[in-house]
């Protein structure tokens, strides 16, 4: 962050922790980390429950895609929802929020390479979607993530990104992994996403 002319602690570190058992997990636990990322609802239930009751301040943010089905779950158990990315889950995560308890933070995932393979709305029908999300259903947006496309130089997505964050006033930026996570920061990351690079 430094390097690139921000702030020190403006770049959130998130451990992305699926597939790894709760010894590896517990060793990034005991470093005082507390910011993770898990991919499957159902997995993280298994793990995070129990640990957050010997860790306290854990935050957790669900960064793989979200079947509608699990809403609630999710809800009840992550801090933010990385993946909040068409209208159906967006109608349901409202509903859930409507509910008393937990309200966690929302990021849109956008899929700047348009690769229908991948979840994530495409940048063409973001706009409005992120419009829909907070001025209909009052999700609290607070911010984009993507993944760029394995083949393809990552700098254009991340730029589209930022711009599109920019133009909605969106002050968070979920983009970088273990392979590119120095470009993320550069390009206005705040938070970047990292599994091997921590975990092997
Ligand atoms: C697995 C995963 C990561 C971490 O990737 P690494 O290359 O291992 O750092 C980040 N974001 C998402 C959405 C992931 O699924």
Redesign the pocket.
């Known amino acids: 962050a430094l390097a690139s002319g921000r702030e020190r602690g403006a770049v959130r570190l998130v451990a ?1 922790s ?1 597939t790894q058992p709760l010894s590896k997990v517990g060793a990034v636990l005991a470093t005082g980390h507390r910011l993770f ?1 898990e ?1 499957r609802v159902q997995e993280a239930e298994a793990k995070w429950p129990i640990l957050r009751q010997n860790f306290p301040g854990i935050e957790l943010h669900l ?2 895609p979200l079947q509608t089905n699990k809403v609630r779950q999710a809800v009840a158990l992550f801090d933010a929802i ?1 993946t909040t990315d068409r209208p159906g889950l967006a109608h349901a995560g409202a509903d859930e929020r409507g509910r008393p308890g937990r309200r966690p933070r929302c990021f849109t995932q956008v899929n700047p390479g348009e690769d229908p393979k991948k979840a994530a709305i495409f940048p063409a029908e973001a706009d409005s979607f992120i419009d829909h999300c907070r001025s209909t259903l009052g999700l609290p947006i607070e911010g984009l ?1 993507c ?1 760029p496309p394995v083949d393809e130089p990552p700098a254009p997505h991340f730029a589209l990104l930022a711009e599109m964050a920019r133009r909605h006033g969106l002050p968070c930026l979920s983009m970088g ?3 590119d996570f120095e470009l993320a920061v550069r390009m206005g990351a705040t938070h970047v ?6 975990f092997g």
């Open positions: 992305v699926k990322g991919n960064i793989g990385g993530m993944i992994m273990s392979a996403r990292i599994g091997t690079a921590i």
